[in-house]
Nanobody, 120 residues
Framework: QVQLVESGGGLVQAGGSLRLSCTAS????????MDWYRQAPGKQRELVAA???????NYADSVKGRFTISRDNAKNTVYLQMNSLKPEDTAVYYC??????????????WGQGTQVTVSS
């Protein structure tokens, strides 16, 4: 079994910072891309940032220059450093990972989500 567990969400004032973490555990053979998505009330889930196993990154235009995605392959963990937060960043943030398990079955896994609330 493979599981993704997120942490680091919370309430912060506009202009503040938060760091999200997501750790994959279980019967893992390899992890390819790891991503962060978010979903605000009444809106569709959107991709925030992505990072490949080699470290190449991609960001939504709305977070470029403010958010940084990184990963520690030895710990099967992906991070999202969020700076200069805005009220419009308020959402539930989800971790997603493309994982091949020990049976070499490849599948996308989702975390349970962590709430980020930015007050004005």
């Amino acid at each position: 079994q493979v599981q993704l567990v997120e942490s680091g969400g919370g309430l912060v004032q506009a202009g503040g910072s938060l760091r999200l973490s997501c750790t994959a555990s279980g019967s893992i053979f390899s992890i390819n891309a790891m991503d962060w998505y978010r979903q605000a009330p009444g809106k569709q889930r959107e991709l925030v940032a992505a990072i490949t196993s080699g470290g190449s990154t991609n960001y939504a235009d709305s977070v470029k220059g403010r958010f940084t995605i990184s990963r520690d392959n030895a710990k099967n963990t992906v991070y999202l450093q969020m700076n200069s937060l805005k009220p419009e960043d308020t959402a539930v943030y989800y971790c997603n990972a493309d994982i091949r398990d020990i049976f070499l079955t490849r599948k996308n896994y989702w975390g349970q989500g962590t709430q980020v609330t930015v007050s004005s």
